[in-house]
């Protein structure tokens, strides 16, 4: 019996080889047994006389895609549709509300809201959203914390901001400025037109003296000083525990 075995072995051998050889060979064959293959188990590309199972996927953690498009351009988001459809017209910090214990709000915000990996449960504006990048060319975003009355950047405890990015759009705004993207107001001074140089005696032209042997002083400032008695009993009494 273990003949006849050997034999139809051999002989099933040697058919095998050349059908593997002309499914390799014959395209349309070898993508439907791989179709079928895919369908019933996993996924298997014939290469050559080689197969070589394919991986699955890995999960990528990368940022979204939104996040990744307006990195190099954050000033085109406060224009899409996204932002709209979340802000609407208004403000970036204009919903928000803070989380605080008792009534009062506390006089500063935190510090920051990301951590490490750890996030507070009701980050700030920017914090909450990817897409809220502060820069320096981000003007519409920078005019959204600024007083239209009095150019100054809203406090914190007003739109909510912590600490650490307040301190990032405090910057944010003064770079703007230096590069002419946001005006600035300048206290107006009145100049006129006239000449105080020579109002003053001791910038004044210099007086010819009236007589050098009268033993008066050439200027008033350069003569002996009597300060008033009044004034110095005043600062006496009011000093008279550190006076010696």
């Not at 369908?39 to 890995?58: D, H, I, M, N, W």
């Not at 009993?233 to 525990?241: L, R, S």
Request: one cysteine or more; aromatic letters at 8%.
């Amino acid at each position: 019996m273990a003949a006849p075995i050997q034999g139809i072995s051999k002989i099933l051998c040697r058919i095998s080889t050349p059908v593997l050889r002309s499914l390799v060979i014959n395209k349309p064959c070898s993508q439907r047994l791989v179709t079928l293959w895919a369908r019933s188990g996993p996924k298997v590309e014939l290469l050559g006389r080689r197969t070589f199972c394919t991986a699955l996927p890995v999960k990528d953690d990368s940022p979204n895609e939104a996040v990744v498009r307006y990195k190099d351009n954050p000033w085109d988001y406060l224009e899409s549709e996204e932002y709209i459809e979340r802000y609407g017209k208004g403000h970036v910090w204009a919903d928000y509300r803070r989380n605080h214990k008792g009534g009062i709000p506390p006089q500063k915000t935190r510090k920051t809201c990301i951590r490490g990996d750890k996030i507070c449960g009701n980050p700030c504006p920017i914090c909450r959203d990817n897409n809220v990048i502060i820069h320096h060319q981000n003007v519409k975003l920078l005019q959204q914390f600024i007083n239209p009355y009095t150019g100054k950047v809203y406090d914190p405890t007003r739109t909510g901001v912590c600490m650490k990015q307040q301190k990032v759009l405090n910057q944010a705004v003064n770079m703007a400025r230096d590069h002419g993207l946001l005006p600035f107001q300048i206290p107006h001074v009145e100049f006129l037109a006239e000449d105080f140089s020579n109002s003053h005696d001791a910038v004044g032209s210099t007086p010819t003296p009236a007589c050098l042997t009268s033993g008066e002083p050439w200027y008033t400032w350069y003569d002996k000083m009597v300060p008033d008695e009044k004034e110095v009993a005043k600062v006496k009494k009011i000093y008279k525990a550190y006076l010696k």
